[in-house]
């Protein structure tokens, strides 16, 4: 692709993956979004359902706080029409005092009401953030491989990142806004009434003007700040994406057009963010202005109703007091609602994706091995991607336990899948692959992942030390039995090498180690595991010459008397093997031991074998 100026159009809608097809997978996301099926806020239901007690004791003290703030203006109307006269009268300050007194207790029990609130909501939604992040990243972790193939590490990071953020604003900030607004409101109009009835109704007469604009506001910032959402996560899965494959686009020159991209998919962002900010510079100034002129127009009536002496000075100040108390809250809406869309779309998507079911299912009753010995069986095994092709048309195939056999054959053949199919990453469409007789979908993934173990090419490293990389599969394993694997796979003089040996931390996925050393600590991994079958998918591949020598000379030992299948265009990997199967479009065309393919002089293992030999040369 060119990085010169693309279109307009192109420039708005990225053709490349990263952001194109993300964009759709938003898209789609949304259309599918369990909200209207109840699916946000049935998660939120759950999450507060252990909470109950806590949260009407929060009601109960927000209750309280209002009460205390709700009647310091009517204690201030108390004081000017029963409290200042007996001072003209006789200079008897005690009603006056008695009054100032009772203030300044609703006014302590205000402040440790609010101060018994923050802190207790605070907890309450740390807690509840504490186990929307667990379930997320458990659930993320149990869905297959087919999930994450379509679902972005930029997506799943803003699931984690943005979304719950949204909603920590939300339980932080918007709840307690919204209930303190509603009792104010509901209060306030309540108290007008009670004071004068006709000054009343004139200073509630703006209600329907603000029941419009509020309504008008709800419905514009709906789409508004979801709109927000969607365009930060794409921001965040093309500056994850980008960085993640920043020696890729280093070496295609990507820079330039990577940063095209970026600041549209920013720019979008940008005018998001601009779009909710105009209905926010909209509505609250439009509150403030009824505001104002309902406060002018009830001190001008007031005013003459006291002049009149239908009411008293007292009662209009009261008044002028609760009316700010009054329009303030609506400002308190709006911030509620900007966190609660925002709040709104994060919980449709993180519900989204709870809801979505693993492609490798638990048994629900499942069978426990009691012995394993390894071997494999595929009966009848049809698998497919999508429905378009089969991989593996129809596959019957047995691996003896203790039986080292090659999977070679062109790109495409279906030797990964058929390692992923034993692994169980996905299941056959039809058939079933069995480990000791037993089907895989009878045993957990816990006991299957005991047994069968896979080292693929990526061979990733996570941050820590090599010792922690090495036990990782056993975490309990003594610094001996890392050392022991270490050196059965050639391991040790390298590591040992290092500036703190075992203990040298591997940097972000291993960036410290070359790949044939990342290639070794991985195996090392592998082996400490001690699985009964052990699959290697192009695992030597990193390898230079020397370092493939060491672990070809470690796997003679280390994979005797255990099932092994080894994937590999290494033709030298192959000749540890005892059997090697030949695939072509997920059939096996070739099945026999790797001399005795070779000496029959014909076939396909015959003629990789003789280019080989001659790429050697």
């Known amino acids: 692709m060119s990085t010169g100026t693309a279109p307009q159009d192109e420039q708005r809608q990225p053709s490349w993956r990263g952001v194109a097809h993300v964009d759709d997978d938003e898209a789609a996301e949304r259309e599918r979004s369990p909200r209207f099926a109840g699916g946000s806020g049935a998660l939120l239901r759950e ?14 003290v927000v209750l309280v706080e209002n009460a205390a703030r709700l009647s310091i203006p009517y204690l201030v109307k108390v004081g000017i029409d029963s409290g200042i006269p007996p001072i003209r009268a006789s200079d008897d300050l005690s009603p006056l005092t008695l009054i100032v007194g009772i203030v ?30 667990r379930r997320v990243f458990r659930h993320f972790q149990v869905l297959s491989p087919a999930f994450h193939d379509d679902y972005t590490s930029g997506r799943v990071i803003s699931r984690q990142t943005s979304d719950v953020d949204a909603i920590y604003e939300m339980l932080e900030t918007g709840f307690d806004g919204l209930v303190t607004a509603a009792l104010t409101l509901v209060g306030t109009a309540g108290l007008l009434l009670f004071l004068d009835v006709e000054l009343g109704l004139v200073a509630l007469a703006c209600g329907p003007f603000l029941f ?66 105009r ?64 709040a709104s779309a994060a919980l449709d998507k993180l519900a989204g994706v709870l809801r979505e079911e693993p492609g490798v299912p638990e048994p629900t009753e499942p069978r426990r091995l009691q012995e394993t010995h390894g071997g494999l069986e595929f009966d009848g095994v049809r698998f497919s991607y999508t429905d378009e092709r089969d991989v593996i048309p129809g596959l019957d195939l047995t691996i003896p336990a203790g039986q080292t056999i090659a999977l070679v054959g062109t790109t495409g053949a279906g030797k990964t899948t058929l390692a992923k199919l034993a692994t169980r990453f996905y299941d056959p469409v039809a058939g079933a692959v069995r480990l000791d007789g037993v089907n895989l979908r009878e045993l957990t993934a816990d006991d299957l992942r005991e047994r069968v173990v896979m080292v693929t090419q990526e061979n990733y490293l996570f941050s820590g030390t090599i010792a922690d990389n090495i036990r990782f599969g056993r ?16 391991a040790h003089d390298f590591i040992m090498a290092l500036p703190e040996g075992y203990d040298t931390d591997v940097a972000n996925r291993g960036g410290r180690l070359s790949a044939g050393q990342r290639q070794l600590v991985a195996f090392a991994r592998a082996f ?20 493939e020598r060491l672990v070809q000379q470690a796997l003679r030992t280390v994979l005797a008397g255990r099932t092994a299948v080894i994937i590999a265009h290494r033709l030298s990997t192959v000749e540890i093997a005892d059997r090697v199967l030949v695939m072509e479009h997920g059939r096996i065309v070739e099945d026999g031991s790797p001399a005795d393919l070779i000496d029959s002089g014909e076939g396909r293992f015959s003629d990789l074998h003789d280019a080989w030999l001659e790429s050697l040369a």
Do not use: C
Not at 47 to 60: D, E, N, Q, S, V
Not at 292 to 305: E, H, K
């Open 212 to 277: 419009l604009i509020t309504n008008w506001f709800r419905k514009s910032s709906t789409t508004s700040y979801r709109n927000t959402r969607e365009k930060v996560a794409l921001v965040i899965v093309h500056f994850v994406e980008s960085m993640g494959g920043v020696q890729a686009v280093q070496a295609f020159r990507r820079e330039p057009r990577n940063q095209e991209i970026f600041d549209d998919v920013n720019d979008q962002y940008r005018r998001a963010n601009l779009h909710a900010f």
């Open 47 to 60: 999450l507060l359902a252990p909470y109950r007690k806590a949260i009407w004791i929060l009601i109960g």
């Open 104 to 133: 300044v207790v609703a006014a302590v029990v205000q402040a440790i009401a609010r101060n018994f609130f923050l802190v207790r909501s605070g907890l309450l939604g740390q807690n509840v953030l504490y186990e929307v992040r």
């Open 475 to 490: 975490p309990e394993a003594s610094f001996d039995d890392v050392e022991r694997a270490a050196k059965a796979l050639g």
């Open 279 to 342: 209905l926010v510079a909209l509505f609250m100034p439009g509150i403030k202005l009824i505001g104002n002129i309902t406060i002018a127009v009830t001190l001008l009536y007031g005013g003459y109703l006291a002049y009149e002496g239908d009411v008293t000075v007292g009662v209009l100040a009261a008044f002028l007091l609760y009316l700010r108390q009054f329009f303030e809250p609506m400002m308190e809406i709006s911030q509620f609602y900007n966190t609660f869309q925002s």
């Open 528 to 547: 400490l595991a001690d699985p009964a079958v052990l699959i290697l998918d192009e695992a030597t591949s990193s390898l230079d010459v020397p370092s």
